[in-house]
């Protein structure tokens, strides 16, 4: 949220104790294959041992939904959230040699359920968090989620026009991509 601060002073904000709030969020991600296989019998005999390093896989995921946050103590935030999700896949089978598959294309709708934290500090202009989320997903289509942990580091400083910030994103994920391709 914003809060309106007189310009040069130094104001901690009043936190309420409990909150709502809608998320809109678009994530595009490389992910690292940690197993490949193959149903058909005759093709598989034909798949080199190092398949899995040659497939790559661009993920894409769109969620909107909504959250509630609870205040514990001045710098702890705890939230439980819902959304809607909405992801889209490529593995690119091509990259096999010698094998001549067409790439394979998923698509996949479901819910996701966050649980997580946010501890926060400042000192001085300075601002600094870390948000833990922990995701459970129920998809349907030919992308399987199953869970996911996400950490959120950020610094900002507060400044005479409002607050700037920068932040990284860290997120291990579980997930099944399931497809037939037609030869």
């Not at 497939?55 to 439980?80: R, S």
């Amino acid at each position: 949220g914003f809060h309106a601060v007189a310009v040069g002073a130094d104001v901690d904000p009043t936190l309420k104790a409990r909150g709502i709030g809608l998320s809109v969020y678009s994530q595009q991600q490389d992910v690292q294959v940690t197993d490949f296989t193959i149903d058909n019998p005759m093709l598989s005999a034909l798949v080199p041992a190092n398949a899995k390093e040659s497939v790559t896989i661009k993920n894409e995921v769109k969620t909107a939904g909504v959250k509630l946050d609870y205040q514990v103590a001045p710098p702890l935030n705890v939230f439980v959230g819902i959304e809607q999700a909405s992801g889209e896949a490529k593995a690119a089978l091509s990259a096999i040699p010698g094998l001549g598959l067409p790439d394979m294309y998923f698509d996949a709708d479901g819910v996701l359920y966050n649980v997580g934290a946010t501890v926060a500090a400042k000192r001085g202009r300075y601002l600094g968090s870390l948000t833990y989320v922990h995701s459970i997903t129920d998809t349907q289509g030919g992308i399987d989620g199953g869970s996911a942990n996400t950490l959120l580091p950020t610094l900002g400083v507060l400044t005479d026009v409002g607050v700037f910030n920068a932040g990284l994103i860290y997120q291990k994920a579980e997930m099944d991509y399931n497809g037939t391709v037609i030869l």
